[in-house]
């Protein structure tokens, strides 16, 4: 699989989770559809409404889901602002925010509450591996679920915690969420790709983000969000042009005229060639197989598990449950090594070529590890050489 990639031969890159590497053929396809694009650029606008949809069509079975239902975004931020900002919520009403979700979310979940008037709690989650060796499943959806009070109306949370790995069992959290009409947002960044995703089986969930440029390898700039229908009509759009209070041309035909889909649409003229380049991404997918593609990443991921215990005896931050285990290898840095913590991404690529992201939780620092298809088991085992020694040596 490695083959299908053009990869830096003196760079051991495993930070996938983060922004992963494009396939060759996806990173043509945006060549060429920007070249066609600039042979015309008057009917290339024109004419990428149809084709946008067409992508969006395309995206949506690949997902399980309607198109009707999708929005193409940038980035996953870019779609968490539209549905916590564009949410109808009133002056009091409490926001619950995941403890550990990503600075820049719960920033947009600060300012919503800042500027409404409304109340603003954390949600709290286990992060250390004490915790986590004891934890369940149903002991999680109850951890989460006790949280909830009479004034909450909205929750933001991610599928997967970026900075510890553990899988949100979301589906059971949407069911008491619907029941009390509590709107539930997911941060799914860390799911497409990685984990089955699959909008038919995540149960009443209100919104759902997620990028495609991490474990999905699609080109940056790509992401989508998604709207359950009983929100089509009542989620704000931030921003208003030409498609606000009616469509004309190509603009009236897209979304097979849905409403929902042209009062959604990003405004003005903008690059559209990577979007159209997520047709060759779904093909790279089902030609080499969803399954072959997980289960290839669930082979390297248990491998970096089995050679960082034997080779530097590193603290791995993993849930017993196989159910709340996501994709990625988190380890915490030995205690000599933590006041490090804050210099060793840098350190680690200047000095040794490898490119690793890194978190802090209560407990300290981590080293997250997130390989893909396109490494191998030499270099995770060269990884470990290098960092074992360039810090003890």
């Not at 003196?10 to 600039?38: G, H, M, Q, T, W």
């Not at 109808?88 to 619950?96: A, K, N, T």
């Not at 989508?224 to 004309?248: D, K, M």
Request: glycine share 6%; charged share 20%; net charge neutral.
């Amino acid at each position: 699989m490695e083959s299908y990639f053009t990869k830096d031969p003196n760079l051991l890159y495993f930070n996938s989770a983060n922004l992963s590497i494009c396939p060759d053929s996806v990173i043509n396809a945006i060549v060429n559809y920007r070249l066609e694009f600039e042979q015309n650029p008057t009917e290339g606008l024109k004419t990428s409404w149809a084709k946008l949809w067409e992508v969006q069509a395309s995206l949506a079975l690949f997902l399980g889901a309607d198109p009707k239902d999708l929005l193409l975004k940038t980035n996953m931020t870019e779609a968490l602002n539209a549905f916590i900002l564009g949410y109808p919520l009133i002056r009091g009403d409490e926001i619950l925010v995941g403890e550990l979700e990503y600075g820049a979310i719960a920033n947009i979940c600060r300012y919503r509450a800042e500027r409404d008037f409304l109340k603003l709690r954390v949600l709290q989650l286990p992060q250390s591996q004490i915790a986590f060796s004891t934890l369940t499943q149903e002991k999680l959806e109850q951890e989460i679920i006790s949280q909830i009070s009479s004034k909450t109306k909205m929750i933001v949370l991610s599928h997967v915690i970026a900075s510890t790995g553990l899988k949100i069992p979301i589906e059971k959290i949407a069911a008491v969420t619907r029941k009390h009409k509590i709107a539930l947002i997911i941060d799914g960044a860390y799911v497409a790709g990685a984990i089955a995703l699959n909008f038919k089986e995540l149960g009443d969930i209100d919104f759902y983000a997620c990028s495609l440029y991490k474990w999905l390898l699609g080109p940056k700039g790509t992401a989508f969000g998604w709207v359950n229908p009983i929100h089509h009509e009542t989620l704000i759009p931030l921003q208003a042009g030409w498609t606000t209070f009616n469509s004309s041309g190509s603009l009236a035909e897209f979304g097979e005229g849905s409403r929902f889909q042209q009062k959604f649409q990003p405004l003005g003229c903008r690059d559209v060639s990577p979007f159209f380049a997520i047709k060759e991404l779904l093909a790279f997918w089902n030609t080499l197989g969803i399954h072959n593609i997980q289960k290839r990443m669930a082979a390297l991921n248990s491998f970096f598990q089995q050679e960082m215990k034997r080779g530097l005896g590193w603290s791995s931050l993993l849930a017993d449950d196989p159910k709340l285990q996501g994709p990625m290898s988190i380890f915490r840095i030995p205690d000599k090594l933590q006041p490090r913590g804050p210099e060793l991404e840098t350190l680690m690529l200047s000095q040794l070529n490898i490119q690793l992201h890194f978190t802090v939780l209560k407990s300290g620092w981590y080293a997250v590890f997130s390989p893909h298809i396109y490494n191998n088991e030499q270099e995770i085992t060269l990884v470990i050489n290098r960092i074992k020694k360039y810090l003890y040596s």
